[in-house]
């Protein structure tokens, strides 16, 4: 049964009707001392209402806004996740042999140049490390002070380092910054609470492990595999809102999952293995609308479409086309490559590749 909810109006009504009733009136004056108090009374009468409807909806997670949501969860031992800094390796060196030794504190600043990437995006170094005397480069773990998606620098983008020890020349970022998560969405955080409360910890079922995973921020889909190595065997498979988790990230979810396990559980956390999709489409643009302007709109709908596919998934022809012809302005759209449906292993996980968009 819904909530039933009166309005100030009908109250109003009520009460009027009420008054005539205890006075013995047919109707009641609306310039009457009795009309004014009528209104008075039925404004804070709806003010209950809707403090009675507010407290229901606070009274169940389907319904329970950002404030109170988290509460449910705190009861089912399932936190909303927050931001996240992205991580990832950079090189630090010199062009020429150093004489000695270079310690590189841990909490050295690299950053990116604000005039060429076009903001600054400060990292500190996670280690002590030493570039060894005669040795031109060293590699070294970074993590960003800024967190959420933003935080996942593409390689190139790290290229200052802010009074660096004496000696050392350079800093090169070779691969993409990962493992950097907005605040987890309410409604994903309203289903995972949901989730639990349906499917309760029962000593290490499959949910279990996927919802443990789930529990650490940063990641974004888990998928179990029950006795893949044999009785008591459980491998994790996690990936994050970037797509490969680092290895940072994957020994983060093991120690925790590990935490949580039954005590003679064989537990391994991997990572997908990426798997390239290159695409060919030809466009066809609708009058008036020009296929130099079309293009990047094709590019970018199918790398979306790639990019949010699940692990394990299939590739689909008819998705690529249904994704390029939402663009406005496409009238007609062919595919040469794939020429088919790309299956996916279990543990794959597409990856954007080439990309090329012509004109028909």
Do not use: C
Request: glycine share 6%.
């Amino acid at each position: 049964m819904s909530f039933y909810k009166k309005t100030q109006d009908g109250l109003t009504q009520e009460l009027l009707a009420e008054f005539a009733l205890a006075i013995g009136a047919d109707k009641i004056s609306s310039a009457s001392e009795i009309a004014v108090k009528a209104k008075i009374y039925a404004s804070k009468f709806e003010g209950i209402y809707y403090n009675q409807e507010y407290i229901l909806n606070q009274a169940f997670p389907q319904t329970a806004d950002e404030e109170n949501l988290p509460k449910h969860g705190y009861i089912w031992n399932t936190d909303r996740k927050m931001p996240t800094p992205a991580v990832g390796p950079v090189i630090l060196g010199r062009t020429t042999a150093y004489a000695s030794n270079i310690v590189i504190p841990k909490d050295t600043i690299i950053s990116t140049d604000p005039n060429a990437f076009g903001k600054l995006v400060i990292s500190k170094t996670q280690q002590e490390v030493t570039l060894i005397a005669g040795q031109l480069e060293v590699s070294v773990n970074v993590k960003t002070d800024i967190t959420g998606y933003e935080a996942n620098l593409p390689a190139g983008s790290l290229t200052v380092i802010n009074n660096p020890p004496t000696g050392l020349e350079f800093v090169r970022q070779e691969v993409d910054l990962s493992d950097g998560t907005d605040i987890e969405d309410l409604e994903v955080y309203r289903q995972r609470v949901l989730l639990r409360r349906r499917k309760p910890p029962r000593g290490g079922t499959f949910t279990d492990y996927e919802l443990w995973a789930l529990d650490v921020p940063g990641v974004t889909v888990a998928k179990a595999f029950p006795v893949p190595r044999g009785n008591n065997t459980v491998d994790v498979l996690i990936a994050t809102a970037s797509g490969i988790p680092s290895d940072g990230l994957v020994a983060t979810v093991l120690n925790y999952i590990l935490s949580k396990r039954p005590m003679l559980a064989d537990v391994h956390v991997l990572k997908p293995t990426p798997k390239s999709i290159n695409v060919t489409v030809s466009i066809k643009p609708k009058a008036g609308y020009s296929f130099a302007t079309l293009q990047p709109l094709a590019i970018s709908a199918i790398e979306q479409y790639i990019s949010t596919l699940e692990i394990g998934t299939e590739v689909l022809v008819s998705g690529i086309i249904d994704k390029v012809k939402d663009i406005n302005g496409v009238y007609d759209v062919s595919v040469s490559i794939p020429s088919s449906n790309v299956d996916l292993l279990s543990t794959e996980m597409a990856e954007v590749g080439v990309i090329n968009v012509n004109e028909l």
